[in-house]
């Protein structure tokens, strides 16, 4: 899976899961830090994220805090590959 398809992934599952995004979502975007996600969101959207992809994210457990999105593409190129 290429970077760009990753993004995309990600980018999907934060659409699914915040109805009225209005932010551009790049890999320098922080979703918590700016408030795009909140505590109940994070755990929607990474369930959404996998649901996505099919397959659980080995580097993502319940104690999973960064929502960074160039951290998360990195994850779905190496756990879904």
Do not use: C, P, W
Request: no cysteine; charged share 30%.
């Amino acid at each position: 899976m290429t970077r760009d398809e990753s993004l995309e992934h990600v980018r999907s599952a934060i659409r699914e899961t915040v109805a009225d995004l209005t932010n551009d979502i790049t890999e320098s975007t922080d979703l918590v830090a700016e408030g795009i996600l909140d505590s109940l969101d994070q755990m929607n959207f990474l369930f959404q994220l996998e649901k996505r992809l099919d397959t659980k994210l080995a580097s993502i457990d319940e104690d999973y805090q960064d929502f960074r999105v160039s951290s998360l593409v990195d994850i779905v190129m190496h756990d879904a590959a």
